[in-house]
Protein backbone atom coordinates (compact mmCIF):
# COMPACT_ATOMS: atom_id res chain seq x y z
CA UNK A 1 0.00 0.00 0.00
CA UNK A 2 1.19 3.21 -1.19
CA UNK A 3 0.62 6.30 1.21
CA UNK A 4 0.54 9.63 0.06
CA UNK A 5 0.96 12.94 1.98
CA UNK A 6 -1.38 15.57 0.53
CA UNK A 7 -0.13 18.39 2.35
CA UNK A 8 1.33 21.14 0.29
CA UNK A 9 0.13 19.38 -3.07
CA UNK A 10 -1.86 20.58 -5.61
CA UNK A 11 -5.39 19.16 -5.59
CA UNK A 12 -5.68 18.26 -9.45
CA UNK A 13 -2.51 16.96 -10.32
CA UNK A 14 -2.68 14.69 -7.23
CA UNK A 15 -5.86 13.48 -8.05
CA UNK A 16 -4.58 12.70 -11.72
CA UNK A 17 -1.71 10.57 -10.12
CA UNK A 18 -3.22 8.81 -7.82
CA UNK A 19 -5.92 7.96 -10.23
CA UNK A 20 -3.64 6.51 -12.74
CA UNK A 21 -1.83 4.66 -9.72
CA UNK A 22 -5.36 3.44 -8.90
CA UNK A 23 -6.06 1.84 -12.44
CA UNK A 24 -3.07 0.04 -12.53
CA UNK A 25 -3.74 -1.74 -8.88
CA UNK A 26 -2.29 -0.39 -6.35
CA UNK A 27 -3.85 0.59 -3.00
CA UNK A 28 -3.60 4.03 -2.42
CA UNK A 29 -3.89 5.92 1.05
CA UNK A 30 -4.21 9.91 1.15
CA UNK A 31 -3.44 11.55 4.22
CA UNK A 32 -3.62 15.01 5.56
CA UNK A 33 -6.07 15.48 2.81
CA UNK A 34 -7.41 19.15 4.50
CA UNK A 35 -3.94 20.39 3.58
CA UNK A 36 -4.20 20.10 -0.50
CA UNK A 37 -4.20 23.13 -2.30
CA UNK A 38 -6.54 24.35 -4.87
CA UNK A 39 -4.94 26.84 -7.15
CA UNK A 40 -6.54 29.86 -8.41
CA UNK A 41 -8.11 33.27 -6.99
CA UNK A 42 -9.47 32.32 -3.28
CA UNK A 43 -12.73 34.01 -4.01
CA UNK A 44 -13.35 32.96 -7.16
CA UNK A 45 -13.14 29.30 -6.07
CA UNK A 46 -15.65 29.96 -2.83
CA UNK A 47 -17.75 31.33 -4.88
CA UNK A 48 -17.85 28.57 -7.64
CA UNK A 49 -18.11 25.70 -4.57
CA UNK A 50 -21.14 28.08 -2.98
CA UNK A 51 -22.85 28.07 -6.22
CA UNK A 52 -22.53 24.08 -6.35
CA UNK A 53 -23.71 24.15 -2.86
CA UNK A 54 -26.86 26.42 -3.70
CA UNK A 55 -28.63 24.20 -6.20
CA UNK A 56 -32.10 23.21 -5.23
CA UNK A 57 -33.67 20.47 -6.53
CA UNK A 58 -36.50 18.04 -5.70
CA UNK A 59 -36.41 15.96 -2.56
CA UNK A 60 -33.38 14.37 -1.96
CA UNK A 61 -32.26 14.31 -5.88
CA UNK A 62 -29.02 15.41 -4.92
CA UNK A 63 -26.53 16.34 -6.40
CA UNK A 64 -24.90 15.55 -2.92
CA UNK A 65 -21.86 17.81 -2.34
CA UNK A 66 -19.22 16.42 0.12
CA UNK A 67 -18.30 18.68 2.57
CA UNK A 68 -15.28 16.90 4.52
CA UNK A 69 -11.96 17.25 3.34
CA UNK A 70 -11.61 13.23 2.93
CA UNK A 71 -14.60 13.16 0.94
CA UNK A 72 -13.79 16.11 -0.61
CA UNK A 73 -10.38 14.63 -2.12
CA UNK A 74 -11.89 11.37 -2.69
CA UNK A 75 -14.86 12.97 -4.98
CA UNK A 76 -12.19 14.95 -7.09
CA UNK A 77 -9.95 11.75 -7.60
CA UNK A 78 -13.10 9.82 -8.85
CA UNK A 79 -13.78 12.57 -11.06
CA UNK A 80 -10.42 11.49 -12.76
CA UNK A 81 -11.28 7.87 -13.49
CA UNK A 82 -12.96 6.35 -16.53
CA UNK A 83 -16.87 6.78 -16.24
CA UNK A 84 -18.32 4.30 -18.84
CA UNK A 85 -20.90 1.67 -17.41
CA UNK A 86 -19.61 2.26 -13.76
CA UNK A 87 -20.85 -1.27 -13.33
CA UNK A 88 -19.08 -3.51 -10.30
CA UNK A 89 -16.82 -5.19 -13.12
CA UNK A 90 -15.65 -1.46 -13.86
CA UNK A 91 -12.01 -1.01 -14.27
CA UNK A 92 -13.05 3.13 -12.81
CA UNK A 93 -14.88 1.42 -9.59
CA UNK A 94 -12.25 -1.20 -9.11
CA UNK A 95 -9.73 1.31 -8.87
CA UNK A 96 -12.04 3.59 -6.26
CA UNK A 97 -12.10 0.79 -4.31
CA UNK A 98 -8.39 1.41 -4.44
CA UNK A 99 -8.31 4.44 -2.77
CA UNK A 100 -8.65 5.61 0.97
CA UNK A 101 -8.97 9.16 1.85
CA UNK A 102 -8.35 10.31 5.33
CA UNK A 103 -8.06 14.10 7.48
CA UNK A 104 -4.98 13.26 9.55
CA UNK A 105 -2.84 10.17 9.62
CA UNK A 106 -4.65 7.34 11.19
CA UNK A 107 -2.93 5.03 13.70
CA UNK A 108 -2.46 2.09 11.49
CA UNK A 109 -0.53 3.82 8.92
CA UNK A 110 1.50 5.35 11.12
CA UNK A 111 4.31 2.96 10.58
CA UNK A 112 4.33 3.03 6.69
CA UNK A 113 6.48 4.86 4.60
CA UNK A 114 4.58 8.81 3.49
CA UNK A 115 5.49 9.46 -0.13
CA UNK A 116 4.85 13.02 -1.76
CA UNK A 117 4.17 13.31 -5.75
CA UNK A 118 7.07 15.19 -7.43
CA UNK A 119 5.33 17.96 -10.01
CA UNK A 120 2.23 18.52 -7.71
CA UNK A 121 3.89 20.86 -4.96
CA UNK A 122 2.51 24.22 -4.43
CA UNK A 123 6.31 25.12 -5.10
CA UNK A 124 5.69 24.87 -8.70
CA UNK A 125 2.78 27.57 -9.15
CA UNK A 126 3.86 30.85 -10.37
CA UNK A 127 1.52 33.14 -8.21
CA UNK A 128 0.65 32.80 -4.69
CA UNK A 129 -3.34 32.57 -5.18
CA UNK A 130 -4.25 29.46 -3.99
CA UNK A 131 -6.44 28.01 -0.89
CA UNK A 132 -6.44 24.81 0.99
CA UNK A 133 -9.30 22.68 0.98
CA UNK A 134 -9.57 23.26 5.11
CA UNK A 135 -9.90 26.92 4.08
CA UNK A 136 -12.64 26.35 1.72
CA UNK A 137 -14.89 24.08 3.55
CA UNK A 138 -14.25 26.20 6.63
CA UNK A 139 -15.65 29.28 4.87
CA UNK A 140 -18.72 27.36 3.20
CA UNK A 141 -19.83 26.71 6.50
CA UNK A 142 -19.91 29.84 7.67
CA UNK A 143 -16.03 30.53 9.08
CA UNK A 144 -13.59 32.53 8.04
Avoid at 17 to 27: M, T, V
Avoid at 32 to 39: D, L, P, T, Y
Avoid at 112 to 118: D, G, M, R
Wanted: proline residues 3%.
Amino acid sequence: MKVIDASGLILGRMATRIAKLALQGEKIAVVNCEKAIISGKPEITWKEYKKKLDRRSGTRAGPFIPKRADRYVKRTIRGMLPKKHWSEQSRGRKAYSNIKCYVSIPETLKKEKIETIKGASVDNLKTQNYITIKQLLNYVKGGK
